[in-house]
């Protein structure tokens, strides 16, 4: 969200050793792509470290490095970046790293050329392969009450259910939990970490230093093609919004189906009225203040716990309001699922995010926050459509016993230009929100 000139100029100006880049989501990805190239362009000949949730070593090595001849490093983890900077700063290492590196980045980069050679299907074909379901009136549950409600959570349920093993993975130290706790090798670090961990986390339920808000809505919808169209009413003569969904296209085994989220949603000539759910839950409102009070007191341990808290706070908070909702909308009602078979998702239905695999487009969020009047409950999105507070998630729900997650994949000029057209964006818009999906150069015109 920083300007490539302010990054440059001012590295260049305060006589910065290294530049370093961090992206939270997908425009990131381009930017980081453009800052390269104009390093290159201004002869500026600075190590580059890549790093941000939504930066692979691979994307670092085929979009970014290519744009610049000097050193582009990703980092995996902020904590990882104080031995990464150590050896920048060393200028033997510096060398041998250097080398290590563009070694590395050319393997990935020709393993990467061979993926993206795969042919596609057409977006035609690959709507004709589509994945056909039998629509039968049994499997489609009515919602129990339509509409938008913001219903209230008490903070100590939520935590009720937490998947620890996330927690752990936050603080690198890798393994499931409750398991991790005896592991040879990390067993003391996992059992000292965890028990600071409930500490805070009970002081945070006790004195309500967190407040949980949430926002989930049921509506007639019906799909139109790759479009899920959601109506005023059970009527379905007036459109309220609709999500524009992308279909796989890379060919597929032999009589195995290209997916879209759309295709979880009755057609609307398929004489069977459908219903998607949305929501939008946060457990951040407080999580700033209360890090920042323990940054003022110097202590980064718990300013750094408190968002790893709340963060499994908000994934925990939305498997609770899933459970609630297949029970509200009549299909999980009789559900008895343990929280280990709720977190491995031992249930009907899903509730994919918008900027995940099966719909990889983040400006979707845009749409479902309008539906939803998100910004009602103190959730809110920035200019990249990153939420805020950050430890927050959003989705939509689909109720059909076939619905699955899948990963979209590349897509192909033919399917984005169509998309641009049913999203009423232009298609180079279109093309910088999915540059990861592009199995095409958009300069390549």
Known sequence: ????????????????????????????LDEMASVAAEMERRGIALPL?????????????????????GITVHVKDASRAVGVVSDL??????????????????????AYAGRSERPLLSYREAFERRLRVEWRAEDIARPRELGRRTPDVALAEIAEYIDWT????????KGRFPKILDHPKYGAAARELYANGRELLDRIVREGLLTPKCVIGFWPAQSDGDDIV???????????TRFSMLRQQATAAEGKPTRSLADFIAPLDSGHPDWLG???????????ELAAAFER?????????????????????????????????GYGADETLSLGELIAERYRGIRPAFGYPACPDHTLKRTLFDLLDAPSVGITLTETCAMSPAASVSGLYFAHPQARYFTVGR???DQVEDYARRRGMEVADVERWLAPQLAYDPRDR
């Open 278 to 288: 949305a929501f939008a839950v946060t457990a951040g409102i407080g999580a700033a």
């Open 411 to 413: 897509v192909g000029r």
């Open 166 to 173: 996330f927690f752990f993975t936050a603080w690198e130290l």
């Open 230 to 240: 959601l109506y005023t009413d059970e009527g379905r003569g007036r459109e309220l």
């Open 49 to 69: 470290l890549i790093g941000g949730a939504t930066t692979s070593k691979q994307h670092t090595a085929v979009k970014i490095a290519p744009q610049y001849r």
């Open 1 to 28: 969200m920083v300007p490539t000139d302010t990054i440059l100029r001012t590295a260049v100006e305060s006589k910065c050793d290294l530049i370093g880049l961090s992206g939270l989501i997908t425009p990131s």
């Open 297 to 329: 007191d110097h202590d980064d341990y718990h300013a750094i716990m408190v968002k790893a808290l709340a963060d499994r706070l908000a994934e925990a908070f939305a498997e609770l309001l899933h459970l609630r909702a297949r029970r509200d909308w």
């Open 89 to 110: 700063l060393d200028e033997q290492r510096r060398t041998e790293l250097g080398r290590d590196l563009r070694a590395e980045q050319e393997r990935i980069r020709g």
